[in-house]
C-alpha cells in the first residue's frame, strides 16, 4: 500500500528534477511513495523532463496546468491526486532537505501528529548561507504569519516544506484561499481547530541550478494572503489592495494637475485623468493580479481606460445628488461617489480583464 505522496510544485526546475528524484530514492527507502510534479507550463519544459522520468519510473506523475499560475494553488492541486494516507509538500530546488522526511513521516506515523513542519527556525536548524535582506524578510514575514496562527503557532510558518495527514487535508482544502506562497501559513490559519503538530529541524540549503521566483509580487500575493485571512470574511482583500492602487492613482492625477495647470485646467485635467487610469492599470497588473498578470497589455489598458470611464458616471450622477438634492457635506458627496466606482470599477475589470482562468 502506498504510504506517503509527496507534491513538488515545479516552474523552470528542468534542470533540478532528475537530481531530485534520486535524492528522495536514498532518503526514503523502505517507504512505498509517489512523487506528484505540479508545473505551470514551465516554458523550459520541465513538465517535459518529469514525463519522461514517468514514463520509466511508476511512483512520478506530473499535473501540467496551462494558463494557471501559483505556488499555493499547485500545491493545493498536487495533493488532491495523492493516493497515500500521508501528504509531504517540498520545493523542487533541494533547498528542503529532504533527509528529515523519514523523521517527518515517523512523526506522523508513531507519534500521531496530523500535521509536521520542517523548520529552520528551532534548534537544530538554520536558514543557511541567507543574505541579511532575505533573512530580514524572512523574519518579519514570520512574526505577521505567527499574529494569525492562534493556538496552532509553529516556530516556521512560512516554511514550504511540511507533511500532513490526508485526512487533515481533506477537511481544511474548502476554506483554503490558495493565495501567493505560503501554503502552510493557510493550512494553518484554515484549521477550526487546535491541530497535533510536530517539528522537524532542518537546515536551508543553497539553490544549485535555476533561480528563485521570490518577487515583489510574491510579496503582494503574502500581504494577500493576510488581508484574506484577517478582513476577507467582510470585504474580499483584492478589493482593497485595488483601492489602495486607486488611492496612488489619485496621487498621480494630482500630481499630474498640478504640473499641467498652466497649460490650462480642463487640458490638465484630461491628462491627469488618463495619466492615473495608465498607472492605475499597469499597477493593478503587477500587484493586484499578480497571480494573472495579462500578455496582451494593449488590449488590456484600453479596456480598463472604457471600464473607468463608464465608471465615472453613476459616480458623478451619485455625489451630484447627494450633494445638490441631499444637501450632503461636499467631501462626503464626493468619497461616496468614488466608492461607487471603485466597486464599479473593480468588479467589472476583474470580470473582463483580470478573469480567473479555472
Ligand atoms: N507550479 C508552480 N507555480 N511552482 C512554483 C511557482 C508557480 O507559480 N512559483 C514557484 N514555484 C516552485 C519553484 O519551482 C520551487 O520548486 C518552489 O515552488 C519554491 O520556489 P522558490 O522560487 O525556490 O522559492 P524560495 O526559495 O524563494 O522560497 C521557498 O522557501 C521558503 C522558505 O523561506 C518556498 O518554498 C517557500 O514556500 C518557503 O516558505
Ligand atoms: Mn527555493
Redesign the pocket.
Known amino acids: 500500500m502506498r504510504e506517503l505522496s509527496i507534491v513538488?510544485?515545479?516552474?523552470?526546475?528542468s534542470d533540478?528534477v532528475a537530481p531530485l528524484l534520486e535524492k528522495l530514492t536514498a532518503a526514503l527507502s523502505g517507504v512505498d511513495w509517489e512523487v506528484i510534479f505540479?508545473?505551470?507550463n514551465?516554458p523550459d519544459k520541465?513538465w517535459q523532463r518529469v514525463a519522461d522520468l514517468a514514463a520509466t519510473d511508476a511512483r512520478v506523475k506530473i499535473l501540467r496546468?496551462v494558463g494557471?499560475?501559483?505556488?499555493s494553488?499547485?500545491?493545493i492541486e498536487g495533493a488532491m491526486m495523492a493516493s497515500a494516507p500521508v501528504i509531504a509538500v517540498?520545493?523542487?530546488?533541494m533547498?528542503?532537505d529532504e533527509r528529515v522526511l523519514p523523521a517527518m513521516f515517523k512523526k506522523i506515523t508513531d507519534e500521531n501528529c496530523e500535521i509536521v513542519v520542517g523548520t529552520?527556525y528551532a534548534a537544530g536548524g538554520s536558514?543557511g548561507e541567507w543574505n541579511a535582506a532575505?533573512t530580514l524578510m524572512?523574519k518579519t514575514?514570520t512574526k505577521l504569519g505567527a499574529v494569525l496562527l492562534g493556538k496552532n503557532t509553529v516556530s516556521?510558518p512560512?516554511?514550504?516544506?511540511f507533511m500532513l495527514r490526508s485526512a487533515l487535508f481533506a477537511e481544511t482544502v474548502e476554506r483554503l484561499s490558495g493565495e501567493g506562497?505560503?501554503?502552510?501559513l493557510d493550512l494553518l490559519t484554515s484549521a477550526r481547530r487546535p491541530l497535533a503538530i510536530g517539528e522537524v529541524a532542518y537546515t536551508?540549503r543553497l539553490?544549485e541550478h535555476?533561480?528563485?521566483?521570490?518577487s515583489l509580487g510574491?510579496l503582494c500575493d503574502f500581504g494577500l494572503l493576510l488581508a484574506d485571512k484577517t478582513v476577507g470574511k467582510y470585504v474580499p482583500a483584492r478589493f482593497l489592495l485595488f483601492v489602495a492602487v486607486g488611492l496612488l492613482g489619485v496621487g498621480v492625477h494630482l500630481g499630474c494637475l498640478a504640473a499641467l495647470y498652466s497649460t490650462g485646467f480642463v487640458f490638465a485635467q484630461s491628462a491627469a485623468t488618463l495619466a492615473a487610469m495608465v498607472v492605475n492599470f499597469f499597477l493593478n497588473n503587477a500587484f493586484t493580479y499578480a497571480?494573472r498578470s495579462l500578455k496582451n497589455l494593449r488590449r488590456g489598458l484600453a479596456l480598463f481606460i472604457l471600464i473607468c470611464g463608464l465608471g465615472a458616471l453613476p459616480n458623478i450622477v451619485l455625489a451630484g445628488y447627494l450633494y445638490e438634492v441631499s444637501h450632503l457635506y461636499w467631501l462626503l458627496a464626493g468619497a461616496l461617489g468614488m466608492l461607487v466606482s471603485a466597486v464599479w470599477n473593480y468588479a467589472v475589470s476583474q470580470h473582463f480583464i483580470w478573469r480567473r482562468r479555472n
Do not use: W
Open positions: 513538488i510544485p515545479t516552474y523552470n526546475e533540478n505540479v508545473d505551470d514551465s520541465t496546468r494557471r499560475k501559483g505556488l494553488t499547485a500545491c517540498m520545493d523542487a530546488d533547498q528542503h529552520r536558514v532575505r524572512s514575514a516556521d512560512m516554511s514550504g516544506f506562497f505560503k501554503i502552510l536551508f539553490r535555476g533561480e528563485s521566483k521570490l510574491v497571480d
